[in-house]
């Protein structure tokens, strides 16, 4: 069982990004799938998570109205659509696997590598 992310980089403040996160050998249909960050000194933090079972979503407020969580029909994949990035979106970027959506670091079951995202001008 994998998680893959693909999609950082560097983009100026205002710009998109959109995050990719594979499953390898996952039953999509059993697990959450979530997206935490960590920027330089901080704990990771949630941000945003899809129910697979339930194709039900949410995000946290600091992220609400620009972050959008979404899944592929066609293959095993998750997005994460960051709009309007700002300066404080700067961290890494990690997928994560769990039984139910939760904001909770220590509930999350599988960990991908991460991608790093930087927000600056």
């Known amino acids: 069982l994998e998680l893959v992310e693909s999609g950082g980089g560097l983009v100026q403040p205002g710009k998109s990004l959109r995050l990719s996160c594979d499953l390898l050998?996952?039953?999509?249909?059993?697990?959450?799938i979530g997206w935490f960050r960590q920027a330089p000194g901080k704990e990771r933090e949630g941000v945003a998570c899809?129910?697979?079972?339930?194709?039900?979503?949410d995000v946290v407020d600091v992220v609400k109205g620009r972050f959008t969580v979404f899944r592929d029909s066609a293959k095993p994949t998750i997005y994460l659509q960051m709009n309007n990035l700002k300066p404080e979106d700067t961290a890494v970027y990690y997928c994560?696997?769990?039984?139910?959506?939760?904001?909770?670091?220590?509930?999350?079951?599988?960990w991908g590598q991460g991608t790093q995202v930087t927000v600056s001008s």
């Open positions: 899809i129910n697979m079972s339930e194709d039900s979503t």
């Open positions: 994560t696997a769990s039984i139910v959506c939760s904001w909770n670091s220590l509930l999350q079951e599988y």
């Open positions: 050998g996952f039953s999509p249909g059993y697990f959450a």
